[in-house]
Structure formats: structure tokens, C-alpha cells
């Protein structure tokens, strides 16, 4: 009696894009574009067809993602003028000095006015924002609190909440970190978002509600899809004055800009305290953090899945960023 045995293919179709991406991310370290070319015609991740010069697509491809501030792929000059490339989540296994592939962008983003998306709709872009720069992030539902019929919850609650821990290279420089100082080992951040702030009284506004919804934070940002360019001075003035920080939101959440950085605050636990009391979600955020500190090594991987299945979701690739935004009507260049 014979057995026979049958093997299936899977096909996955992506866009060249996405292949470029998940070649870098198979490559981890630093590459070229040759190297990424090859990689994507091995694994057969995209047919090139009858392209005549696949390989010098993939270069161009690659530069966009530094021309137009993606902030998953960064790059370095080497000797001869040449590029290699990685994906920015792998930057801490690559032990080089990197250079900014900053690219000058205008603040103001030309959208149609006549906007049908809810301001809920740019959570999404944020979450994924924020995962690419290793944050944890969870949306904050005021609504959902003892006290949601008070008007005045939106001087006390976040739009989103995340967090950032320290990751250092061994387990037992880790755990030394732990030992000494637990608070140095994360970093709390509170986001208050908007669609739209076109007028120096709804920057007010939404600067103080940033300022009182983060004072229990290390950072607090002012998070916004666009910004009046006549508005830049004054952001700056009260950047400065008050350390909250400021992200122009993209409907590519990877070429998302921080145009002014926050300054760091110890944490407020009284404040920490009283948010818990009123919002279950806002707890349990603060529970998973708590459980992922204090998990033991042979725990923290399925304790970090399980702060990561609690947290906002984000998306996968390209292709679900392009359908969302039109979807929810986000005006998407």
C-alpha cells in the first residue's frame, strides 16, 4: 500500500510595497536595495511581470519611503554615496549611528472641507502611529465612566492612553533596571485628538484640555489631522510654556509627524488613582501595564500578547490603511 503525500502553496498577494516591508523585516539587519530585490523575487512576494528595471523600482520605492517621512523604514549613508536600509523597529539590534531621513513637509494638508469621518475614525491612525514607535495604546471611553454625564469629564479624561517600555538588550541588565527603579522602566503618555484646528480660540481650547487631561502623564500630546499654518508660532509658544507635545496625524499614520516634542513629567499617581476609580477601562490599562512589569521571563510573551489583544487595534499593511480611509471618508493623498 502506497501513501502519497500532497504539498500546498500558499499565496499571499502583496503590493510591491508590502513586499519591500516584509522583506526587510525578514533581512532584520541593514540591506540594499539589490538585496531587497532578491530577497522579494526568492520568496516570490510580488511578480514583476514583464518589467524591464524591477530592481531600479525597488530603489525608488525605497527612497520614497524616506522622501515622504514613513516612519517605518530609516536609512544610512555608506562610503560611495550608497543607501542600506531597515525597518525603524528593528533600529536596536543595529548598533550604527543613524541619520534623520527627515524630508521637509508643509503643516497644512489641503482636504475637503465638506469632512464626513468622526474624530473617533483617526484612533486607528494614531494606534498604528504609535505601535510603529513600540508604544501600547488604548482608547479612553469617557462615556463608559461613573461620572459620563458631567460635562466637565472632558478636562479629566484622555482621548488615548500608551506606553512605552524600556527595552534593553539583556534580560540581566533588565532586571538590574528593575531592581533599582521600576518607574524608569516605562514611560506613560496621554493623547488628546482632533480633526481640526483652524483658529487660534480652538487652539486654546484644545491645548488646555491636552494640558489638564495629561496631568497625571510622564508626556501629554495634542494630537491633530490638521493644523492652520497660521497657527504654527503659537503652537510653538505654548509648546514651550506648558511641555505639551504636538503629532500632525496622517492618513498614512506612518509619515505622521511629531512637529514639537513634550516634556517629561513625573507620574501623578493621585490622579492615576482617581482616573481608575471612574473609568473600568482606564484600570484595566493600568492592571495589564502593571502585569507586564512584574511578569516573570518564562511569562512576559504571553503577558505582552494579552496587553497587545487589550490595546487599540492596528493595522496590518498598506492596503488596510488605503481601505479604512475610505471607508470612514479620510481624505487620503
Known sequence: MYGYTTSFKLIIIMTIKEAILKSLDDIKGLTNYLEVFNHIVAKEYYDFGTAKTPASTISALLGDFIRTGDTRVKRIKQEGGNYSYYLTKNEQNISVEILSGDTETSIVKKVDKIKSYEERDLHKLLSSYLKNTDIYSKTIFHEQSKTSGDNNQIWTHPDMVGIKFLKLQTVISQNFLKSINRVDTFKLSSYEIKKEINSDSELKKAFFQAVSN????NFGYLVAFEFSDSLLEEIERLNQSFGIGVILLN??????????????????????????????????F???????????????????????????????NDTEIEKYCKEKYIPFD
Request: aromatic content about 16%; proline content about 3%; glycine content about 0%.
Open 286 to 316: 493600568i492592571e495589564q501595564t502593571e502585569k507586564l512589569m512584574t511578569a516573570e521571563d518564562r511569562y512576559y510573551k504571553s503577558t505582552e500578547k494579552e496587553l497587545d489583544e487589550f490595546c487599540d487595534n492596528y493595522f496590518a
Open 214 to 217: 495629561s496631568s497625571w502623564a
Open 251 to 284: 492618513a498614512n499614520p506612518y509619515q505622521s509627524k511629531v512637529l514639537f516634542q513634550p516634556k517629561y513629567r513625573d507620574l501623578d499617581f493621585k490622579t492615576i488613582d482617581k482616573l481608575c476609580k471612574i473609568n473600568k477601562e482606564f484600570e484595566k
